[in-house]
Nanobody, 123 residues
């Protein structure tokens, strides 16, 4: 069982940066692949990025390449998402999720989810 709590969201102007964090409970955090997803109003939830248990392998959605960076600190049970050059279309609720199987890019492969943190980008 893994419990996830996101933080770091907020209101930011276009062009700014944010660092989202996800704190995980449990002693087996380092065995889980972690993912960040987002869901904009009236849109389906989509993958942003994912990272392997060791942190050596990562995956980015096409829109995330170049502006988003996923990282993890297994000693602190934390996974982070750095977002640069924010755009209004990045406005969404951002969720972190844990997957005990493998690095994955689809929602149905993730077993545990946080409650999400709102990111709002003003133009």
């Amino acid at each position: 069982q893994v419990q996830l709590v996101e933080s770091g969201g907020g209101l930011v102007q276009a062009g700014g940066s944010l660092r989202l964090s996800c704190a995980a409970s449990g002693r087996t955090f380092s065995s889980y692949s972690m993912g960040w997803f987002r869901q904009a109003p009236k849109k389906e939830r989509e993958i942003v990025a994912a990272i392997s248990p060791s942190g050596l392998t990562s995956y980015y959605a096409d829109f995330a390449k170049g502006r988003f960076t996923i990282s993890r600190d297994n000693a602190k049970n934390m996974v982070s998402l750095q977002i640069r050059s924010l755009k209004p279309e990045d406005t969404a609720v951002y969720y972190c999720a844990a997957n005990s199987l493998s690095l994955a890019a689809t929602m149905d492969q993730y077993e545990f989810w946080g409650q999400g943190t709102q990111v709002t980008v003003s133009s």
